[in-house]
């Protein structure tokens, strides 16, 4: 069974890393919070292989992506 990246959303700083690494699996999306207007989020989460999602997660400045359940 493949793995499924989750990103925690209290930690996230909207910095867009993983959305320029794996388009295929993240997006922004609007939070409405004053501080942050938009955060990371998993739309597709078996839409690229998990080497290409690690690399993400690799490089999250905060390392706020990790493999769920």
Not at 29 to 57: C, N, Q, R
């Amino acid at each position: 069974m493949p793995r499924v990246p989750v990103v925690d959303q209290e930690t996230c700083i909207g910095c867009e890393t993983c959305t320029l690494i794996c388009p295929e699996v993240f997006r922004m999306t609007e939070t409405g919070e004053a501080h942050h207007d938009h955060k990371s989020e998993v739309y597709d989460p078996l839409g690229a292989p998990e080497e290409k999602i690690e690399e993400a997660m690799d490089n999250c400045p905060v390392a706020c992506i990790f493999w769920g359940d």
